[in-house]
């Protein structure tokens, strides 16, 4: 049997306890005050000391180089073809769902003129040389397919990074056995080498008996056309053109072993490559024009040359068997 002091006391412990659980589940005394708009606490976001406030912002605003343009406007010559270059500019990519990681490239908007003889792709080594880094092409690059003495655009894509910067930059083409062209993006980043060709002057006739060579002109390049190729570094090729004229009945042909040149350091050389064919001909003389024959010369080609033509016995019938053209290549 329970005493009346020993009710009284449950009571009392029953109605203390009632009153704490009330407390709690209205959020009495566990929580500090919240400005009273009945939200919970949150956590500010925490500035990192760099600018960046934690915040996931698509991960290029305000990246400097995201939309970076600037314009080129400068022209070279490589391995047969004649390149302008315009307007370069940048884009950023994330590169994925699960990372943060931004991608970099360089467009840079291009004009290919084909000086080749028949169609062909502009397709050498190249690189953006900046300092000690070098940023390589990318595999999208769309350098067109161009005929014969046509033009195409096109563009040179390049992946690069965070650090580039264009007044520092340089496009590089070519091998490194190869004469290179360079091309700097601001007159800060160093001296565009265009490679352009250089014409030569060139006049005169060299005969035998019934062949007489009259030379129209040269050229002197960093590169072959026909072949789309670029000589190798320390060297030019110089071009002779000329149209023959044969007395001889019927046709004929000279030849590339017929031919040799002399340049001012007294080294001769042979021809590298012709334009050479059958020769028709007639005791009055008939004319074959646009032939040509090319050297390999040394890329500072200046001075005195002496081309030697020995052809075969029947063109020296009764006249002499061979004869030397001289001629100079101007500073």
């Known amino acids: 049997m329970i005493s009346e002091r020993s009710w009284l006391f449950h009571v009392m412990c029953c109605l203390l306890l009632a009153t704490l659980v009330v407390a709690t589940a209205c959020g009495g005394g566990g929580g500090d005050d919240d400005g009273g708009d009945g939200g919970g606490r949150t956590t500010a976001p925490t500035d990192n000391g760099d600018g960046d406030d934690g915040v996931d912002d698509g991960g290029t605003d305000g990246d400097p180089l995201d939309g970076l343009t600037f314009q080129i406007n400068e022209t070279f010559y ?6 302008e270059l315009g307007e370069g500019s940048v884009e950023t ?6 990372s943060d990681e931004i991608n970099y490239f360089l467009t840079i908007e291009g004009t290919f003129t084909n000086n ?15 300092g000690t880094k070098n940023y390589s092409l ?12 046509l033009t195409g655009e096109g563009e040179l894509i390049f992946n690069i990074d965070e650090e580039f910067d ?4 340089k496009l590089v083409v070519g091998s490194g056995d190869e004469t290179r062209a360079e091309v700097p993006f601001a007159p800060t980043a160093g001296d565009l080498i265009a490679l352009a060709p250089q014409e030569v002057t060139l006049t005169g006739t060299a005969s035998v008996a019934l062949i007489d060579l009259n030379f129209t002109g040269a050229e002197l390049r960093y590169d072959v056309p026909v072949q789309w190729s670029q000589v190798d570094e320390g060297d030019r090729a110089l071009t002779l053109n ?4 044969s007395r001889k009945n019927g046709n004929w042909n000279v030849f590339p072993q017929d031919f040799a040149l002399t340049k001012p350091n007294g080294n001769a050389v042979p021809v590298d490559g012709s334009g050479l064919g059958s ?3 007639s005791v009055d003389g008939i004319a074959t024009e646009d032939l040509y024959l090319r050297f390999l010369v040394d890329a500072d080609p200046a001075g005195d040359y002496s081309l030697r033509f ?7 019938e009764g006249g002499p068997a061979e004869v030397t053209f001289e001629f100079t290549v101007a500073e």
């Open 93 to 98: 990519q994330e590169e994925g769902v699960f």
């Open 116 to 130: 080749g003889d028949s169609e062909f792709s502009f397709a050498p080594e190249m690189s953006i040389v900046q």
């Open 242 to 245: 000329f149209d023959a004229l």
């Open 166 to 169: 264009y007044e520092q930059a």
């Open 310 to 316: 020995k052809p075969a016995d029947y063109w020296t």
């Open 138 to 149: 990318n595999f999208s690059t769309d350098a067109p397919t161009v005929g014969s003495g």
């Open 78 to 83: 490589h391995s047969g073809f004649e390149v």
């Open 279 to 281: 020769l028709p001909g």
